[in-house]
């Protein structure tokens, strides 16, 4: 198994790098986040999931061990792929914490693929993550008082426009962090996009 990647990063499309090592390149699947995070023909540490299946062999990448650790995790859930595993990573994880402890199914309907029933059990399977590996979601914990930057409401909006999850929380990333409204919020998202 392949656990990380140390080489220059090409960029291809969005969600997918190739990291040269050497000479060898390595095709890489990444969260819309990491692939926003990377930056082209720049040397680069990635932690990589190797996805093994009688038909595939797949790599996927992450900025940190942690969102290594919740990929591995997701994959290991009845119904749940290495896409939608990553769609989850995508997801910061004070709102994932967010949605275990308050039980709010809604957070994760806003995940491409996901519809209410599908949320309702994720959030079984993510709570028995959260209590038998509670180290993933300790970074959030720590974020629990920063929720501004990704305001539900405005996540809605934006994916209710055509935007993915992704990318409407980077775009809300960028925001400027004095907007006290969700509406001042989805402007100025919109207007980045």
Same mark, same amino acid.
């Given at each position: 198994?392949?656990?990380?990647?140390?080489?220059?990063?090409?960029?291809?499309?969005?969600?997918?790098?190739?990291?040269?090592?050497?000479?060898?390149?390595?095709?890489?699947?990444?969260?819309?986040?990491?692939?926003?995070?990377?930056?082209?023909?720049?040397?680069?540490?990635?932690?990589?999931?190797?996805?093994?299946?009688?038909?595939?062999?797949?790599?996927?990448?992450?900025?940190?061990?942690?969102?290594?650790?919740?990929?591995?995790?997701?994959?290991?859930?009845?119904?749940?792929?290495?896409?939608?595993?990553?769609?989850?990573?995508?997801?910061?994880?004070?709102?994932? @914490? $967010?949605? &275990?402890? #308050?039980?709010?199914?809604? *957070?994760? /309907?806003?995940? %491409?693929?996901?519809?209410?029933?599908? !949320?309702?059990?994720?959030?079984?399977? @993510? $709570?028995? &993550?959260? #209590?038998?590996?509670?180290? *993933?979601? /300790?970074?959030? %914990?720590?974020?629990?008082?920063?929720? !501004?930057?990704?305001?539900?409401?405005?996540?809605?909006?934006?994916?209710?426009?055509?935007?993915?999850?992704? /990318?409407?929380?980077?775009?809300?990333?960028?925001?400027?962090?004095?907007?006290?409204?969700?509406?001042?919020?989805?402007?100025?998202?919109?207007?980045?996009?």
């Amino acid at each position: 198994m392949i656990a990380h990647l140390r080489g220059t990063v090409l960029k291809s499309l969005p969600g997918h790098i190739t990291v040269d090592v050497n000479g060898v390149g390595y095709k890489v699947t990444v969260p819309h986040s990491v692939w926003d995070e990377l930056n082209d023909n720049e040397e680069s540490h990635i932690y990589i999931a190797t996805y093994v299946r009688e038909d595939r062999l797949d790599l996927y990448g992450f900025s940190d061990s942690i969102d290594r650790m919740l990929f591995e995790e997701c994959t290991k859930i009845s119904g749940i792929g290495p896409s939608l595993a990553l769609e989850i990573c995508g997801v910061p994880s004070n709102l994932l @914490l $967010r949605a &275990i402890q #308050e039980e709010d199914a809604d *957070i994760l /309907t806003n995940i %491409k693929g996901v519809g209410k029933k599908r !949320a309702e059990k994720m959030l079984i399977e @993510l $709570r028995s &993550i959260l #209590e038998n590996k509670p180290a *993933i979601f /300790t970074a959030a %914990k720590a974020m629990e008082g920063v929720t !501004a930057q990704y305001d539900q409401d405005a996540i809605g909006a934006l994916t209710a426009l055509g935007y993915d999850q992704a /990318t409407s929380i980077q775009a809300l990333k960028n925001t400027p962090k004095d907007l006290k409204t969700t509406e001042e919020r989805i402007k100025a998202a919109l207007q980045s996009l």
